[in-house]
């Protein structure tokens, strides 16, 4: 059974900055791409950023020099670090392995 299970999100002030975890279970993690997708309430999800398997990384024009996506193989486990929060940052983030999802964490900016 395969398993993602996301942590760290939680509530932060605008430029504050959040890691968000997401540890896999069920797949041999080194051999899928990875990403990170979201969704702010009333929109649709969308992507935030990706890392393939070797590594290559691409980011949502919205996030790009703020948020840095990385994989630890031995640790089976993907991480979105968000710097410079801003207030549209807010939404439920998921992580994602090609047909597997996470059941999301809650990131909400605000003063």
């Known amino acids: 059974q395969v398993q993602l299970v996301e942590s760290g999100g939680g509530l932060v002030q605008p430029g504050g900055s959040l890691r968000l975890s997401c540890v896999a279970s069920?797949?041999?993690?080194?051999?899928?791409?990875m990403g990170w997708f979201r969704r702010a309430p009333g929109k649709q999800r969308e992507l935030v950023a990706t890392?393939?398997?070797?590594?290559?990384?691409n980011y949502a024009d919205s996030v790009k020099g703020r948020f840095t996506i990385s994989r630890d193989n031995a640790k089976n486990t993907v991480y979105l670090q968000m710097n410079s929060l801003k207030l549209e940052d807010t939404a439920v983030y998921y992580c994602?392995?090609?047909?597997?999802w996470g059941q999301g964490t809650q990131v909400t900016v605000s003063s």
């Open positions: 994602n392995a090609i047909v597997h």
């Open positions: 069920g797949i041999i993690f080194s051999t899928y791409p």
């Open positions: 890392i393939s398997v070797g590594g290559v990384t």
